[in-house]
């Protein structure tokens, strides 16, 4: 590959030194299946169509087919000067297959290629974002069946606020992923347009296809504007947002996981295979999976960043700026599919403490809420019920005592509104499951959500990618 197939109207060769800072075929080679398989398309609507002779049409994907088994079997090395991956493949087949070789360009550009290749690639890892969102909602669901009755102590400021369950704690985050499910399949709805034909950015005057190259490569619809195909990178940038957004869920479930695996908490422990030691400490237990889950969330949002600023500058339609969105979406989905997995695997195999949860549940006053609405029961306005406990509490922290470790005689000093079934009224259980309504903490309304969960998991039918 001595010389560019571009190099037609220049005199001198490109610098050495340009051509390693202009290659990207150190990062864009992996789009090499989705720039055969759209060459593969375009090559045969060009036979079809008798743009390109049949024969040359039918020589062209033979010699695509032979090179993709090729470099899938390690046999091909690509070149720097040649570029990128539509470049090298494009030598090699006119290497391989001579003059018919010339002719799989006809009524393409590279800008509309790489917009191909890309939606393509975004089209598929969209798809695998939300197979493996369902596969860590599906674990959720199983765990909150599993911890119905697991009562522990709801945070707000990170103070304890009121009793809640570990069901209901994961199932939070079950609304997260499942909308993070949500957001990708938009994602993908949006990249689910075919490009090519748009040419560099009006177009060609070939009488090409699109619909038939958008049937063979399984997209739903084609552009509508040539100068927007080319220019346009919403679509990656849907994902990175996208990924930013699952990767922040991820992060604040982790926090959690390491504020509760804690020895002040002691909520959960987690497994010896999802854990390190310390090189100088032999009693350490380090929750390093998600330390490093929750760090790499800023490089995803980095990656969002990065493309945001390169795009938010650039005139129409393509510039060179744009090579730098592949490897921002190439490293945010590396980041994503790697965490995924590795956050499901660790929380899978993680020890939760029920007993530990519950006594924490039963400290800090999470009863107070409750106290009040008993007086409201009995005709008390609640702002005069909210004070009157506040005063309980303080009585409390003074005495050392919790609030059902009060006499009913205590309890009358504040109010004689207290009768002995307040007790039963503010027993952690039971401020747990009075609170029926949809969307709350009881095993009741948390079966319900569980299994309106499996229903809405049912709906997003993933399919087959390229």
Excluded at 18 to 46: C, E, K, N, P, W
Aim: proline share 4%; charged share 25%; aromatic share 6%.
């Amino acid at each position: 590959m001595d010389s560019k197939l571009w190099g037609g109207r220049f005199e001198e060769p490109t610098d050495e030194a340009v051509d390693d800072f202009h290659s990207s075929i150190r990062f864009d080679r992996r789009l090499y299946r989705q720039d055969i398989a759209g060459s593969i398309a375009h090559a045969t609507m060009l036979g079809e169509q008798g743009i390109i002779p049949a024969a040359d049409a039918a020589r062209i994907v033979e010699g695509l087919k032979a090179i993709l088994a090729d470099i899938e079997a390690g046999r091909v090395d690509f070149d720097v000067s040649a570029e990128d991956i539509h470049m090298n493949i494009e030598a090699l087949l006119i290497a391989r297959i001579g003059e018919a070789g010339k002719r799989l360009h006809t009524g393409r550009s590279r800008n509309d290629q790489v917009a191909l290749d890309t939606r393509l690639y975004a089209k598929e890892i969209n798809l695998e974002a939300q197979d493996l969102l369902k596969a860590l909602c599906e674990l959720l669901l199983q765990l909150a069946e599993m911890h119905l009755n697991t009562v522990m102590p709801g945070y707000t400021h990170l103070q304890k606020a009121q009793p809640t369950s570990l069901a209901h704690h994961l199932m939070a985050y079950f609304q997260m992923f499942t909308r993070d499910v949500e957001r990708f399949g938009d994602a993908h709805r949006r990249v689910d347009v075919m490009p090519l034909g748009s040419g560099a950015l009006a177009g060609t005057t070939y009488p090409l296809d699109r619909e038939r190259v958008a049937e063979l490569l399984g997209f739903s619809s084609i552009t509508q504007n040539s100068m927007d195909a080319v220019s346009d990178r919403d679509f990656v940038l849907d994902y990175l947002s996208a990924a930013s957004i699952t990767m922040m869920h991820l992060s604040r479930f982790c926090e959690e996981l390491i504020l509760w695996s804690t020895d002040e908490f002691g909520f959960v422990e987690m497994d010896d295979g999802f854990s390190t030691g310390s090189s100088i400490m032999p009693q350490k237990k380090n929750p390093d999976v998600a330390e490093l889950i929750r760090g790499k969330t800023g490089r995803v949002y980095g990656d969002l960043l990065a493309l945001l600023t390169t795009m938010k500058g650039l005139p129409l339609a393509y510039n060179k700026d744009m090579q730098e969105d592949k490897e921002a979406l190439f490293d945010a989905r590396d980041t994503l599919a790697q965490a995924l997995p590795m956050f499901a695997g660790m929380l899978k195999t993680a020890r939760f403490c029920p007993d530990v949860m519950a006594r924490g549940a039963a400290g800090g006053f999470t009863n107070a809420t409750d106290a009040a609405d008993y007086l409201v029961g009995r005709g008390m306005p609640f702002r005069q019920a909210h004070e009157v406990i506040g005063k309980l509490v303080l009585h409390c922290l003074r005495e050392g005592k919790a609030l059902l470790d009060l006499s009913l005689e205590e309890l009358k000093g504040f109010s004689p509104l207290f009768e002995q079934d307040v007790f039963q009224a503010i027993a952690i259980k039971t401020c747990v499951a009075a609170r029926g309504l949809p969307g709350g903490p009881s095993p009741d309304a948390l079966k319900e959500a569980i299994e309106a969960g499996r229903e809405l998991l049912s709906v997003h039918t993933l399919q087959p990618t390229l």
